[in-house]
């Protein structure tokens, strides 16, 4: 059975830190594209962060040298480190993974989401 279970989201203060984390199992994780998205009420999802097989990873623009992505495929665990928070990072945050890369058959699977405040 999939599983993506994210943690660590909660209420903050403008300019603190959050480090989200994704737990994953059912699937062959390290075989798999991992990516944070985030949603608002009202907007369409968007892509935040993504890491490939490998370490490469790339940013929205909104997030560029405040977020990081990392993996660790020994935990089977992905994560976001969320540095200097504006309002406008208050959303539900998805955890990602599709793959496996190496097949042109993808599967999509989602976590539940988390809850991130940015709030005086």
């Known amino acids: ?18 480090r989200l984390s994704c737990a994953a199992s059912g699937f062959t994780f390290s075989n798999y594209a991992l990516s944070w998205y985030r949603q608002t009420p009202g907007k369409e999802r968007e892509l935040v962060a993504i890491t490939w097989t490998g ?7 909104s997030v560029k040298g405040r977020f990081t992505i990392s993996r660790d495929d020994g935990k089977d665990t992905v ?7 504006k309002p406008e990072d208050t959303a539900v945050y ?6 496996p890369l190496s097949s042109a058959r993808r599967n999509d699977y989602w976590g539940q989401g988390t809850q991130v405040t940015v709030s005086s």
């Open 1 to 18: 059975q999939v599983q993506l279970v994210e943690s660590g989201g909660g209420l903050v203060k403008p300019g603190g830190s959050l």
């Open 55 to 61: 370490g490469t990873t790339n940013y929205a623009n």
């Open 79 to 85: 994560y976001l480190q969320m540095y200097s928070l």
């Open 94 to 99: 998805y955890c990602n993974a599709n793959g």
